[in-house]
């Protein structure tokens, strides 16, 4: 157990799986709508960049809008394994997944998938040439937050410090989708 974790009176640590896991992985794309996308996982050859979920399903399985001739599609065809860091917020809704990344030109998911700020990257609107839908199927992950919401949070860490106790409402474990 880390220092940290031994001056915590409270449970701190908890590992998900199956449907508590494909709630926790929504709850925190829902907060950060964001991450970085990783690719080239387990080669170390790939890049990084930022990419926004349009949706996670039911499974957990995240879903994107993706060119064809975009690098990350490349790199994606070489080596299917990708990272993804998401950040909702400054202080928790923290989450790393690793998965497995496809690519299809499936219309019917990417018309499921559009929305009308997306014609800045597909000017052709929906029916673009170019979209592809990139699935990420999530084999396991980490995820750091707090169980109250970041004003509980705030308030336990002040009395914490005024009283000289570890009174942190962190939580955190890994994922197993």
């Known amino acids: 157990m880390d220092s940290i974790n031994r001056n915590q009176p409270e449970q701190n640590h908890e590992d998900l799986r ?19 996308f990783c690719t080239g996982a387990s080669t170390g050859s790939g890049g990084a960049r930022p990419m926004s979920v349009q949706q996670v ?4 399985n995240l879903w994107f809008l993706s060119a064809d001739d975009s690098r990350k599609n490349r790199e994606i065809a070489r080596d299917p394994a990708v990272k993804l860091y998401f ?7 923290f989450l790393t997944l690793h998965g497995r990344a496809s ?26 040439p170019r979209i592809t ?25 002040l009395i914490g410090a005024a009283i000289g106790k ?3 409402d962190s939580i955190e474990g890994k994922i197993t989708v």
């Open 18 to 36: 199956a449907q508590k896991a494909v709630a926790k992985i929504k709850e925190l794309v829902k907060s950060a709508q964001t991450c970085f």
């Open 57 to 60: 399903d039911d499974a957990g």
């Open 87 to 93: 950040q909702g917020s400054a202080h928790s809704d």
């Open 103 to 128: 690519i299809s030109r499936d219309k019917a998911k990417i018309k499921e998938l559009w929305e009308p700020i997306i014609k800045t990257w597909f000017t052709g609107g929906v029916d673009d």
């Open 133 to 157: 839908v990139i699935q990420v199927t999530p084999s396991e992950g980490y995820y750091w937050d707090n169980k109250h919401g970041d004003a509980i949070a705030g308030v336990k860490m």
């Open 166 to 168: 570890t009174l942190d």
